[in-house]
């Protein structure tokens, strides 16, 4: 079993659709929970970041984190064609880690 | 805000020859910088923790004497893929931390190797 699952998609919405993006996990010992976006052939970037379970809103996107079921979601408001990318999550035990534990990715498509 | 680059973007080369991918941070400096693989459509991959001044950390089934990695400055680690198989060809992506150990993770933009 991976430690982290993320169903791959694609996932294809139109446009100002509620996107929501999910990750399960299964080290109980994650405790800093992270949503990448990836845009093709480039490197990933940070969009959000929350430590332990919780909402944390930026904006369109709101991450939540439930450690009791070991289940992250990552939502987009008002989805624009400029969020095509696809979005991975990542956790790890310690804030300074560089382990890092990426889900597969999810590919998102918001057609206009 | 912090940029991490990465050169050369893409690589081809022809089985047999070492290609090397150098990772800089552009406006901070960085002790510590990751070396990750991505497949296409598949998660990122650690692949070593390179530590300036000192010897990289690799993970468990990453051949060190492959994957050279060299981290010369607080500002660049390099990443030499040797003997080059083109079973190595990937999109490899470095990262660093911003503001030490706890500061915001930056990725480069990833380097696309294709080995013939």
């Known amino acids: 079993q991976k430690e982290v699952e993320q169903d791959p998609g694609p996932l294809s919405v139109p446009e100002g659709a509620i996107v929501s993006l999910n990750c399960t996990y299964s080290n109980s010992a994650f405790q800093y929970f992270m949503w990448y976006r990836q845009y093709s052939r480039k490197g990933p970037e940070l969009l959000m970041y929350?430590?332990?379970?919780g909402n944390k809103e930026d904006g369109r996107f709101t991450a939540q984190v439930d450690k009791s079921s070991k289940y992250i979601s990552l939502f987009i408001r008002d989805s624009q064609p400029s969020d095509s990318a696809t979005y991975l999550c990542a956790m790890s035990v310690e804030t300074s880690g560089s382990r890092l534990t990426f889900g597969e990715g999810t590919q998102l498509t918001v057609n206009p | 805000g912090a940029v991490v680059s990465q050169h050369p973007s893409r690589v081809i080369c022809k089985s047999g020859t070492s290609v090397k991918i150098e990772c800089r941070s552009l406006?901070?400096?960085?002790?510590?910088m990751f070396w990750y693989r991505q497949f296409p459509k598949k998660s990122l991959m650690l692949m070593a923790t390179s530590n300036e001044g000192s010897k990289a950390t690799y993970e468990q089934g990453v051949e060190k004497d492959k994957f050279l990695i060299n981290h010369a400055s607080l500002t660049l680690s390099t990443l030499t893929v040797t003997s080059a198989h083109p079973e190595d060809s990937s999109f490899y992506i470095c990262?660093?931390?911003?503001?030490?150990?706890?500061?915001?993770?930056?990725f480069g933009e990833g380097s696309r190797l294709t080995v013939l």
């Open positions: 929350t430590y332990s379970s």
């Open positions: 406006d901070f400096q960085a002790t510590t």
């Open positions: 990262s660093a931390r911003k503001g030490g150990s706890t500061g915001e993770l930056f």
